[in-house]
């Protein structure tokens, strides 16, 4: 199995058991579990991969009484010098941002995820 196969292996498992344990509505605050998951199972096989805690900034936080953004953990890895994001709670935060987000984001960091503490426009 290469490595982008072992990513994806690793990020389903993690996902699925999350879901079980916790219900598919009911994975805010899961973000640190997962990424300390997912990043121990990439380093076990041989995958560059480190924790990233950032932020979500929001297209739409009309129901939100303070920020438009949050914090936010996932795993960057690195495969052929190639930094891929990698996520299996991002959709956590759906009701907020304009576009659909997958299960499970393996690939480029979306926009709406940030580095960087974003300043609230609110």
């Excluded at 930094?83 to 304009?98: E, G, P």
Aim: aromatic share 10%; net charge negative.
């Amino acid at each position: 199995m290469d490595k982008m196969q072992t990513i994806k292996v690793i990020c389903r498992a993690v996902r699925d058991d999350l879901v079980a344990r916790y219900g598919k509505d009911c994975l805010y605050g899961t973000c640190i579990e997962a990424s300390d998951r997912i990043c121990s199972n990439l380093k076990r096989h041989d995958i560059e991969a480190k924790i990233v805690e950032g932020w979500c900034h929001y297209d739409d936080a009309s129901s939100c009484s303070d920020r438009d953004y949050d914090e936010h953990t996932w795993v960057e890895a690195t495969i052929d010098g190639k930094m891929l994001y990698v996520d299996v709670t991002a959709d956590q935060f759906q009701y907020y941002i304009d576009e659909e987000i997958p299960e499970i984001i393996i690939g480029e960091k979306p926009y709406y995820m940030l580095h960087e503490e974003p300043e609230t426009v609110m």
